[in-house]
């Protein structure tokens, strides 16, 4: 959350030529509503459920560039869609992540606290992240362009992160 995923996707597309996916979006389509609806509505487990549904369809449609809603990697089957295919992280620490999301916005997983839960999200997420991981890459303090060289970089064989 807040690390740019969609962001640096559609750049990092763009720069190697392919298409840009974004599972988040694909669920809205799909449904004709939020995300954020879909939680309130249905609740976080029936979003989880599309949610996994997306990742598997995008994985088998799609081979661009592809950016997963951040609660997405928690699930084990989706863990498992994801395993053989190349893993970037974008990690970002938990100031710049609130400035970048804005702690008045209407995240679903951001509900009451919002700094202190982007610090419990971050905090339980990010090992799990960086085991699914091949590459990681450090926003914090980067523009959408530097991150886009740097992920580009890695995905080329070069040593930057």
Request: glycine share 12%.
């Amino acid at each position: 959350m807040g690390a740019g995923k969609t962001t640096v996707g559609q750049r990092l597309a763009a720069r190697l030529g392919t298409g840009f996916r974004d599972t988040d979006a694909d669920v809205e389509a799909a449904e004709g509503r939020s995300v954020q609806e879909i939680f309130v509505d249905d609740g976080e487990q029936r979003f989880r459920e599309l949610e996994r549904a997306a990742v598997a369809a995008a994985l088998r449609e799609h081979d661009g560039v592809l950016a997963l809603g951040g609660g997405a990697p928690v699930d084990p089957a989706t863990q498992e869609l994801m395993a053989g295919h190349t893993v970037v992280l974008l990690r970002v620490d938990l100031a710049h992540a609130a400035e970048r999301v804005g702690l008045g916005v209407s995240r679903p997983m951001l509900l009451g606290n919002v700094r202190g839960r982007m610090k419990q999200l971050i905090d339980e997420r990010t090992p799990l992240y960086e085991r699914l991981a091949r590459h990681v890459v450090d926003t914090t303090g980067r523009d959408a362009e530097a991150v886009v060289d740097a992920v580009h970089a890695l995905l080329e064989g070069g040593r930057r992160g």
